[in-house]
């Protein structure tokens, strides 16, 4: 049996979540980029979100492939459409007119992502392109999305709940909805505002990042960079600020 630390299986020095995205990587990670996917995945089970996400990216990797990895699970790998370019460590960009990522994943599917619990989150690296959606998915009547008002600030919808937050639009943004009549909007972990006017049920069909899904139809399409984007049951103002501090740890290991 292998030995315990902080909670979590090891073999070999590494989580065995951390072994199991090593398999799933191609190129093979560096060993200083395996301690520190390693690291990112520790801290988050010590703070109790790794269990309540459904999808992670981390798409500041070493390469593309890598970068489209769902470090939860072997599911909802990342497919490209149009030309997103992928920039070493930094992530990917669209160009605000047909590319886009699509995760596979449809929040009515969960299994943690419910209705009057979950959260999602995006982080824009780079770019200029407002008025446009970040990550986003609706059925025409419930949408879940995060984009960019003309100021440009984030915007987080949940429903009808429009909260915005932050002075730019290179942030780490992150919508999380806790109960049947709150959902709050976050810039860089920092709660920002609150709206009681919440979607109805959860949409079937894919999430996408740098685009809007709309019941199969991808548009609304960004120019910005995504280095990082996730989705799961509702987080805490003290979870969400956790989760930015450790993805900012992240960043920083790889320079982005």
């Not at 072994?19 to 191609?26: K, S």
């Not at 959606?133 to 879940?144: A, F, K, R």
Request: hydrophobic share 40%; charged share 10%.
């Amino acid at each position: 049996m292998y030995p315990q630390r902080n909670g979590l299986l090891l073999s070999g020095g590494y989580s065995i979540e951390a072994r199991a995205l090593f398999g799933r990587m191609t190129p093979t990670p560096s060993r200083a980029r395996m301690v520190l996917i390693d690291q990112t995945i520790r801290a988050l089970k010590r703070a109790g979100i790794w269990a309540k996400l459904d999808i992670l990216y981390l798409l500041a990797a070493h390469a593309s492939a890598p970068a489209r990895a769902n470090w939860k699970s072997s599911s909802n790998t990342i497919v490209l459409h149009g030309a997103p370019v992928f920039t070493t460590d930094r992530g990917f960009a669209g160009d605000a007119s047909a590319a886009y990522l699509d995760t596979g994943y449809a929040p009515s599917t969960g299994p943690n992502f419910g209705l009057n619990s979950h959260a999602f989150g995006i982080w824009i690296r780079a770019g200029t392109t407002a008025s446009q959606v970040e990550l986003g998915v609706t059925d025409g009547s419930n949408p879940i999305k995060i984009s960019m008002s003309a100021a440009p600030l984030p915007v987080g919808v949940d429903g009808s709940a429009n909260v915005s937050g932050g002075g730019t639009m290179l942030v780490d943004a992150a919508v999380s909805r806790t109960g049947a009549t709150t959902t709050g909007m976050y810039a860089n972990g920092i709660p920002q505002t609150t709206n009681g006017n919440i979607i109805a049920a959860l949409p079937a069909f894919s999430l996408f990042i740098g685009a809007l899904n709309t019941s199969g139809t991808a548009g609304s399409f960004s120019g910005n960079q995504w280095s990082t984007a996730y989705a799961g049951a509702g987080l805490s103002v003290t979870e969400t600020a956790a989760l930015h501090t450790i993805l900012q740890t992240y960043m920083t290991g790889v320079g982005a």
